[in-house]
């Protein structure tokens, strides 16, 4: 039996020391992978046959809330929940009204990642359970190429999922995973379709995860490149937007829109880390290019309370500096960290 650490409605304990690394960084945001399951294989995310975690080996929601809750307790003030797809794995609104119930008490936002083919059936719950933001992970416009690239989705499921949230007052955050040769001569239709819906557009670097059968080098293109053959036609304005997450935000001046860039590759964002990583298994990743981790499930069923603000403390002292992302022009297709993007949720 697992004892909870902090019930909703409780005021996070005083005592309880904030999180904060070898380099002075304030751990403040946590993102917790539910599932390493997914009814999408993205050609850049995961491999066409993949080795999903037997469900044995998955945190339980009680374990993931009292997790959560320690978190809390020292100073995280924002929760996203991930997956693979996180609104794959079965009753996973239970969880969310779980946690959601700690906003106003510690916790100030809950947020989720998706890729929006379950939405037009959970919008309504995740709105009410405290859901005010989304970010759904959208390529491409083109239905062919968005099968193409999802290898088994379909671009009218997560149209009809995205209009659902926006049906239920929930903001929208599109990302958009930029492959040369794939969907770069979609930017400026993108960013149109986006900024003219109300929405948020963020643009992220492919990054070597997992082996997925791709060419890392001819696939990669620098987000800095992007931005200048945008400002070509389009005036950035700079703004000084943060959302917790590693994004640097533009205000295009045209469209009124605004547009992020996330950078892991070409302009690493590791001197403001404040983020770690919860798989689904209780790993906790300190760097998603690093494999530092502490074993959180362990730590909670052999010791408790106390077992897991140990672990929280060890966590601290060996979070790296940041990642080094290169990639290996002799062996191109060599991923930079052997585990999937899916199994730490991104």
């Not at 992220?204 to 791709?214: A, H, K, N, R, T």
Request: overall charge neutral; some cysteine; charged content about 25%.
């Amino acid at each position: 039996m697992v004892t909870l650490i902090g019930q909703p409605g409780d005021t996070p304990r005083s005592d309880a020391p904030p999180l904060i690394d070898s380099y002075g960084r304030q751990i403040t945001y946590l993102r917790i992978s539910v599932t390493d399951r997914c009814d999408f294989r993205c050609t850049y995310c995961m491999a066409e046959d993949m080795q999903f975690m037997p469900r044995s080996e998955i945190l339980s929601f009680e374990e993931i809330e009292t997790i959560a809750g320690a978190f809390i307790a020292r100073g995280v003030r924002k929760l996203r929940l991930t997956g693979g797809e996180p609104l794959v794995r079965r009753d996973i609104i239970a969880l969310v009204e779980r946690l959601g119930s700690r906003i106003g008490h510690g916790l100030d936002e809950l947020t989720m990642t998706t890729n929006g083919s379950q939405l037009v059936r959970h919008a309504p719950a995740l709105a009410k359970a405290g859901i005010r933001r989304l970010n759904v992970s959208v390529d491409t416009l083109d239905p062919e190429r968005f099968a193409a690239i999802t290898r088994r989705g379909r671009l009218d499921q997560v149209l009809d999922g995205i209009a659902a949230a926006e049906a239920e007052g929930i903001a929208i955050k599109l990302n958009m995973v930029v492959t040369r040769g794939v969907n770069d001569d979609e930017l400026v239709p993108m960013m149109q379709w986006a900024h003219g819906r109300g929405f948020e557009l963020t643009l992220i670097e492919g990054m070597p995860l997992g082996e997925v059968g791709i060419d890392r080098v001819d696939s990669y293109l620098p987000l800095r490149k992007v931005r200048d053959r945008l400002a070509e036609t389009f005036t950035l304005e700079r703004i000084e937007k943060r959302t917790g997450g590693p994004a640097r935000y533009v205000r295009v001046a045209e469209t009124g829109g605004v547009l992020g860039f996330i950078t892991p590759m070409s302009h690493n964002f590791c001197e403001s880390c404040n983020r770690v990583r919860l798989t689904a298994t209780g790993q906790l990743y300190l760097c998603l290019g690093q494999d530092d981790r502490v074993d959180l499930r362990a730590a909670l069923r052999d010791g408790g309370e106390a077992g897991l603000a140990a672990a929280l403390d060890h966590a601290m002292v060996i979070k790296p500096k940041g990642h080094d992302f290169l990639l290996d022009r002799a062996r191109p297709a060599a991923p930079a960290v052997a585990r999937h993007m899916s199994v730490t949720g991104g």
